[in-house]
């Protein structure tokens, strides 16, 4: 049986036992609070409940680092739309320990995708398409870094407003524990 018929098989039994009920809200989040964090899969469950989140309390987004790699990317605006029009009033950046992106390096992801069949042309087209890969599939030094350039990114965007607190934490991945690596207020 392949994952998604697994899903499929899964899902019907859940929406026949009405299960879903208990996750009923609206689209706004209830501590207006926007969150970025890593899509590690140790986070899925331990990150809400180590923070202390239900269904329905945060807007959460979640990508490679928690990384904000471009200002005018999806993430940006999914932090944008969030604040302007689902009423989030505060943005945290969450970092973790032992991510995958700490020292990431382009040419292991690039020789990966070569080995899965991505051809030199394709590469040479994107180099001369003004795709600077090496930017772009990098990690950061330090998770603290990756971090605090987030934070830099989305408190200095020109269409965030200025009443918005933007903090920036650290999670260990074991046992979910937090630090501050940016207090969003002391601004």
């Given at each position: 049986m392949s994952i998604i018929s697994?899903?499929?098989d899964h899902n019907r039994s859940f929406t026949q036992r009405k299960e879903y009920e208990e996750f009923r809200t609206d689209q706004f989040p209830n501590k207006r609070?926007?969150?970025l964090s890593c899509m590690d899969t140790r986070?899925?469950?331990?990150?809400?409940?180590?923070m202390g989140f239900r269904n329905g309390d945060v807007k959460m987004v979640k990508n490679a680092g928690a990384i904000v790699s471009h200002p005018f990317g999806s993430v940006m605006r999914s932090i944008l739309l969030a604040i302007y029009e689902l009423n989030a009033a505060e943005v945290v950046v969450v970092g973790h320990s032992g991510?995958?992106?700490?020292g990431l390096s382009c040419e292991q992801v690039i020789d990966k995708a070569r080995a899965r069949g991505v051809s030199e042309d394709v590469l040479a087209t994107l180099a001369h398409a003004g795709i600077n890969l090496?930017?772009?599939?990098?990690g950061f030094a330090s998770v603290e870094d990756g971090v605090r350039e987030s934070v830099g990114v989305i408190r200095n965007h020109?269409?965030?407003?200025r009443d918005v607190p933007v903090h920036g934490?650290?999670?260990?991945?074991?046992?979910?524990a937090l630090k501050t690596i940016v207090d969003g207020y002391g601004r």
């Open positions: 697994e899903i499929l609070l926007v969150v986070l899925v469950e331990l990150l809400p409940r180590a991510c995958g992106m700490t090496k930017q772009w599939l990098t020109p269409l965030i407003p934490l650290m999670m260990d991945s074991e046992s979910g």
